[in-house]
């Protein structure tokens, strides 16, 4: 399955789920300090986020998206054939469409950056930072390791909370293993779509969902990374200083999905599949109101060191790359 077909795969489950019983609700406005922009429609999470927080006063804890800036990326074709159909749907939510950044943040107190293109992020987020409003950007953070750490830079300056994930992060067979179910988890194999766009790192457009399922299970720690490159698949080993051994298969040709399988000291479990976005935006929901990213900027940055050595080793033909 391609990237795009996943993508419009998944947004098609979480239409499903809305239409059993997650209406968008007309009838109330948020208080200020609960009022939620975006940034970037051409995206099917600008969609379905938006029809899930609009869509359940209690689950949103009153948050509401109220308003939304439409520019996202200025030249991947599938973000482009995506963004008039987001535009319709995200106005049809009664959420008003604004002409700027600047003027977005005259009409909100939060921020989902979900621009689909990640070498815009530093650009559109530096604005949110610099005004103080808490900022949710989707993956990929950025485009490359260098525009990642700079994001977090500039939210430390401003000190304005800022976090980004998957939402393979908080998916209910992850979350058991982080909870202990399989005991300590001594490694896990994962796989996902892994398109290539040419001006990101190559595990950045889509495998992340794979990386970040990885990452959450196995934690931070990870010292060297090791890729196999073909047309159609790559192998990428990760090795982490307790010896531990983590996989991501990279899927370019052939069926692909997003899950894995974790392996402990007292069992082995499934990863995945992706279900649902409502675990995602309830972590969302709970950054806006508390300001506590539920993840760290350096478990974060690790993610983006590894798929930085992912390339460099893909460019030395398969050679370990320590990360620093």
């Not at 098609?12 to 239409?19: H, P, Q, V």
């Not at 975006?38 to 927080?53: N, Q």
């Amino acid at each position: 399955m391609e990237r795009r077909d996943f993508v419009k795969t998944s947004a098609l489950i979480a239409t499903g789920m809305l239409a059993s019983g997650w209406a968008v609700a007309r009838d109330h406005q948020a208080e200020e300090g609960k009022r939620v922009g975006i940034i970037g429609l051409d995206t099917s999470h600008s969609e379905v986020f938006t029809r899930l927080i609009n869509g359940n006063r209690a689950a949103s804890k009153g948050f509401k998206v109220v308003a939304a800036y439409t520019e996202g990326s200025r030249d991947i074709p599938s973000a482009l054939e995506m963004k008039p159909g987001i535009i319709k749907a995200v106005k049809e939510m009664d959420v008003e469409i604004v002409g700027s950044i600047t003027e977005l943040l005259q009409k909100v107190d939060v921020v989902l950056l979900e621009s689909n293109d990640g070498r815009i992020h530093l650009e559109q987020a530096v604005p949110v930072l610099k005004a103080g409003k808490r900022i949710f950007i989707d993956k990929p953070l950025a485009a490359n390791l260098g525009e990642a750490r700079e994001i977090f830079k500039m939210a430390a300056e401003f000190n304005t909370p800022v976090f980004s994930s998957s939402a393979l992060r908080f998916e209910k067979n992850v979350q058991r293993v982080v909870q202990g179910a399989i005991g300590e988890v001594t490694g896990a194999d994962v796989y996902a779509p892994a398109e290539i766009e040419p001006h990101h790192l190559d595990l950045a457009w889509y495998a992340i969902h794979g990386v970040e399922m990885l990452f959450t299970v196995m934690g931070p720690g990870c010292k060297s990374v090791s890729r196999v490159h073909c047309d159609g698949t790559d192998l990428v080993t990760g090795v982490w200083e307790n010896g531990s051994i983590g996989t991501v298969r990279a899927i370019r040709k052939g069926t692909a999905g997003i899950a894995g399988t974790a392996f402990g000291t007292r069992g082995i479990a499934q990863l995945g599949p992706f279900e649902t976005y409502e675990p995602l935006v309830e972590q969302i929901v709970s950054f806006f109101e508390s300001g506590k990213p539920p993840v760290t900027a350096d478990e974060t940055l690790e993610i983006f060191r590894f798929m930085d050595a992912a390339d460099r080793s893909r460019k030395k033909n398969g050679k370990a790359i320590h990360l620093s």
